[in-house]
């Protein structure tokens, strides 16, 4: 992930309508790729993964898109719900070994319902 | 899925005291684990990454005098914050790994650290 920002972006969205929530990435030897949901006060809770052999990965209602030509993730979440509103951060890390698992700047993702 | 459990979920103390944050992986054996450190409204900040058995890696700044890390087993780590001071004050949060070939990183639920 890139540098720690001290105001988290906001992201604002309707219930029902889909949520794009983008990530820049600066070390091109990371290979793996996490997206993360963080609710206030509990730790950081896995929602999705994608390695670099990939470019797309979809789960229940989320789907990671990953450009390794310009280091950039998107997770999308379809049909935002209010359980949907968290803080989102992107996380890399190179696989094998014991690669730490660098963290992005979080987005901070507001259901309005 | 793999349950990582810290404790305690939060801690009051008083300036000058030792703190000690346990990090457990209650279903798995962890061979590497990793303690960030969040501030409000920040993302995580790597603290150290320690593997059983061996002394911890510190990441760049982060002082391994006062931020004592033990790994002694498979299911526990230990983070202590020593002579804590109220900067020390934030969400310290770990993470473990089952261990080479694993890449998945599961995380606690945090402890919040008040140093008054």
């Known amino acids: 992930g890139e540098s720690v920002g001290l105001h988290l972006p906001t992201l604002s969205v309707q219930e029902g309508d889909n949520s794009i929530i983008n990530c820049a990435y600066s070390?091109?030897?990371?290979?793996?790729f996490i997206w993360y949901k963080q609710e206030s006060g509990k730790g950081p809770q896995f929602i999705i993964d994608?390695?670099?052999?990939?470019d797309k990965r979809q789960g229940q209602r989320v789907t990671v898109l990953l450009n390794k030509t310009v280091k950039h993730l998107s997770l999308q979440i379809a049909a935002t719900q209010p359980g949907d509103s968290a803080v989102y951060f992107c996380?890399?890390?190179?696989?094998?070994?014991?690669?730490?698992?660098?963290f992005g700047t979080g987005t901070k993702l507001q259901v309005i319902p | 899925g793999a349950v990582v459990s810290q404790h305690p979920s939060w801690v009051i103390c008083k300036s000058g005291t030792s703190v000690k944050i346990e990090c457990r992986s209650l279903?798995?054996?962890?061979?590497?684990m990793f303690w960030y450190r969040q501030f409000p409204k920040q993302s995580l900040m790597l603290m150290a990454t320690?593997?059983?058995?061996?002394?911890?890696?510190?990441e760049q700044g982060v002082e391994k005098d006062k931020f004592l890390i033990n790994h002694a087993s498979l299911t526990l780590s230990t983070l202590t914050v020593t002579s804590a001071h109220p900067e020390d004050s934030s969400f310290y949060i770990c993470?473990?790994?089952?261990?080479?070939?694993?890449?998945?990183?599961?995380f606690g639920q945090g402890t919040r650290l008040t140093v008054v």
């Open positions: 993470s473990a790994r089952r261990g080479a070939g694993h890449t998945e990183a599961f």
């Open positions: 070390n091109s030897a990371s290979d793996y």
């Open positions: 994608i390695r670099s052999n990939m």
């Open positions: 996380a890399d890390a190179i696989s094998g070994g014991y690669q730490k698992v660098t």
């Open positions: 279903d798995f054996q962890a061979t590497t």
């Open positions: 320690s593997n059983e058995g061996s002394k911890a890696t510190y």
